[in-house]
């Protein structure tokens, strides 16, 4: 069966209202839980842990960036990582990190990753969420401020409700202007923030997640050090998406840039391009000391286990080695090529015209040493399920993102680019937006018979069928 029939199956059995059909005689807890999903399957948007899709569905949407999951290779990595461990290794590690869990295995692989990213220590946990949270929670001190960019992770916006710091603010995404004004408006509040006596923690992204630019990062460093002196204003940065994409070997931005020393803490996520699991924090003994002294969630929780520290070593060596740098660079190929296909296209002229369509990172790309392979299609809010249904009943899989998760007044189509995207299925994605396109401008001008676009009634006739 298509896999869109077998998504929108699944979504629609989710959405049905359960309310009405929840009895009085059942605890109310579980009738009040209902109630609050029955606002989100109202307006059709109860999240659903979707079904698993084949190779044969383009991917434009799984976070295996280089390939890495889809080809074996990180899996045979792993196995040979293991088989290398011999027999004399225990699967758990038994313990938190202050108490049995700091296994000397583990301790080997955290000093190989830090002397990779050229950082004093590396710390690794179960998840980079987990990293960014338990980096927030120890960190800031009593009376500290926390200032982050706006479009921040999840993560952190979390790991902001866990922190002791006294002041959190947000500032206008990737604005150094924004920033200073936020320092400003802190040194000005608080005369301990000028003379050094209160810190202050800075969070950016190196690439962020929805919008997929980079994080002018010199300049924002540059801009706390003219306004801190003291080094009392400390950069936190989410490495999620240059992991493995951009640097040396995929090290990252802060490495391309050169700003290890500049940068206090950096996290680095492993679920994504390295195509294993887990979070790294890259940080001095100091703030090692402190997530030991001040992280709850570092410590007590039970270590990583032997199996996952060796996938996230297997995917450090291959980095290390080079054997990931044809992907690295056709991915880079695969971002420029759709690029080029994109700004010649007339159909995406029109579409800019008119409105309905922009991709930002499209402007001034050959400026740009590198590329993020994260390329948000901003779509006219209200219009991007559609776009997103057109695009799975093509066999296209690139997920739709409406608020809360980006800012109000907004929507897009979040394509994600891998090292097996083909030129060919770049093409076919060009193609299918453009007829979306020539068919929701000719609905919009009154032009076509229908009203309703035809993914859309192609959706509406398979619900009908009873999802067949
Ligand atoms: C920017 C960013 N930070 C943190 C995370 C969480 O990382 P992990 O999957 O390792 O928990 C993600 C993953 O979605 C992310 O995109």
């Known amino acids: 069966m298509a896999y869109y029939k077998d998504l929108f199956r699944e979504w629609a059995a989710h959405q049905a209202l359960r309310r009405p059909s929840t009895k009085q005689s059942e605890p109310a807890f579980y009738r009040r839980l209902e109630q609050a999903l ?10 659903i842990l979707k079904p698993r899709w084949d190779d044969s569905v383009i991917d434009f949407t799984s976070s295996d960036f280089l390939s890495l999951s889809r080809s074996g290779r990180i899996r045979n990595a792993f196995l040979q990582e293991l088989a290398s461990l011999g027999n ?3 699967l758990s590690a038994s313990g938190s990190r202050t108490q049995y869990g700091n296994y000397d295995y583990l301790r080997q692989v955290e000093a190989e990753i ?8 590396a710390w690794v946990c179960h998840s980079g969420f987990f990293a960014n949270i338990s980096v927030l929670e120890a960190v800031a001190l009593p009376g500290d401020a926390i200032v982050w960019d706006e479009l921040s992770h999840a993560s952190t916006v979390v790991g902001l409700r866990v922190t002791v710091a006294a002041h959190k603010l947000p500032f206008q995404h990737n604005n150094p202007d924004a920033l200073r004004e936020v320092l400003t408006r802190l040194k000005t509040e608080d005369p301990a923030f000028a003379r050094g006596d209160r810190s202050v923690l800075i969070c950016v992204e190196s690439i962020y997640s929805m919008e997929g630019d980079m994080c002018p990062l010199r300049e924002m460093v540059a801009v706390a050090k003219d306004m801190f002196p003291t080094g009392n204003a400390q950069f936190v940065i989410d ?3 240059s992991n ?6 995929g090290a990252g931005l802060v490495q391309v840039l050169g700003l290890e020393k500049d940068i206090a803490i950096r996290v680095h996520m492993c679920s994504k391009a390295l195509a294993s699991t887990g979070g790294v924090i890259l940080c001095n003994k100091t703030v090692r000391a402190a997530l030991t002294q001040f992280s709850r969630c570092l410590t007590y929780s039970g270590a990583p286990s032997v199996p996952m520290v060796a996938s996230i070593r297997a995917a450090y060596q291959m980095l290390g080695s080079g054997q990931a740098a044809n992907e690295q660079a ?7 090529y759709f690029f080029q296909a994109l700004l010649e296209d007339p159909d995406w002229e029109e579409a800019l015209d008119e409105g309905l369509l922009s ?6 790309w050959e400026e740009r040493s590198v590329q993020s392979h994260v390329i948000p299609i901003k779509v006219r809010p209200g219009h991007e399920s559609s776009l997103f249904v057109h695009l799975l009943i093509a066999n296209i899989n690139a997920y739709p993102i409406s608020y809360p998760t980006v800012p109000r007044g907004t ?3 979040r394509l994600v680019f891998h090292a097996h995207n083909t030129r060919a299925e770049i093409d076919y994605l060009l193609k299918t937006i453009g007829a979306w396109v020539v068919e929701m401008l000719s609905i919009e001008r009154g032009e076509s018979s229908n009203t309703v676009p035809a993914a859309q009634r192609q959706f509406l006739a398979l619900q009908a069928n009873g999802w067949k």
Do not use: C
């Not at 830090?114 to 220590?121: K, P, S, V």
């Not at 056709?330 to 420029?336: F, P």
């Not at 991709?359 to 001034?364: D, G, K, N, S, T």
């Open 38 to 47: 029955d606002v989100h399957r109202e307006n059709g948007n109860l999240a």
């Open 88 to 90: 004399d290794w225990r």
């Open 114 to 121: 830090a002397a990779f990213h050229g950082a004093e220590t």
């Open 239 to 241: 490495e999620a998406h």
């Open 244 to 249: 493995g994409i951009i640097g040396p070997n």
């Open 330 to 336: 056709q991915l880079q190929a695969n971002v420029k």
């Open 359 to 364: 991709v930002p990172l499209a402007e001034e």
């Open 411 to 413: 929507a897009l189509i």
